[in-house]
């Protein structure tokens, strides 16, 4: 079964919104700062995402959303972050998203907790290496028929939009490994029940 990003480029229209991928070192080499989001959320929810949001008014453009996002969901010190790339908006069809990933390092990490229970469940930093490792891959198959990959790693179902940006991150950054991509899973039925996006 081929394994696709369940992203592309934007068509015309959609809202403007950014996350942020935040590589920090951690205990156990580097790792991602993501979130798992409430599940009363209108919009995905329950599911585990990187901070961000849309592109208010007040922003500057996605940096300063992505930024702002972040420290509004984790209590993130958006001062011992530097930013090092942005990347190409991605259209999120389903929720006609047009987002752009920040890429950041976590030059002066600090403790992250949900900011506000409403809006995200937990916040996790998850190992590269742990993402990564072989035995938590395999691809997650929508009712759909759309399938992409997934990770399960520390009892949290990354899938969907967000695990597509991290299956190419793993790949551009050398950290790859050989992984099962015929391992296919149906998404849980509880996660289905929470999603109304990708």
């Given amino acids: 079964m081929p394994v696709a990003a369940p ?10 919104s950014a996350v ?12 991602l700062l993501l979130t798992q989001r409430s599940p009363g959320m209108r919009r995905h929810a329950g599911q585990v995402a990187f901070p961000g949001g849309a592109v208010d008014p007040a922003d500057t453009g996605p940096v300063a959303a992505a930024l702002r996002e972040a420290v509004e969901e984790t209590g993130l010190d958006a001062s011992g972050v530097d930013v090092l790339a942005v ?7 389903r929720s006609g998203f047009r987002v752009t990933p920040v890429i950041g390092w976590w030059r002066r990490p600090v403790a ?20 990564a490792d072989p035995a938590n891959r395999f691809v997650a198959r929508h009712p759909s028929g759309r399938a992409g990959p997934a990770f399960q790693v520390d009892g949290l179902l990354v899938w969907g939009f967000t695990a597509g940006i991290v299956d190419r991150l793993l790949a551009l950054s050398g950290r790859e490994r050989p992984w099962d991509d015929q391992r296919v899973r149906d998404l849980p039925p509880g996660v289905l029940g929470q999603a109304t996006g990708t």
Avoid: T
């Avoid at 935040?22 to 790792?31: I, M």
């Avoid at 990347?87 to 069809?93: D, I, T």
């Fill in 87 to 93: 990347l190409p908006e991605l259209f999120v069809a």
């Fill in 112 to 131: 992250v907790a949900p900011a506000d229970p409403a809006e995200v469940a937990a916040v996790v930093r998850v190992p590269l290496a742990d993402l």
């Fill in 7 to 16: 992203f592309r480029p934007p068509p015309d229209g959609g809202r403007d």
């Fill in 20 to 31: 942020l991928i935040l590589v920090g070192a951690g205990h156990d080499g580097p790792d």
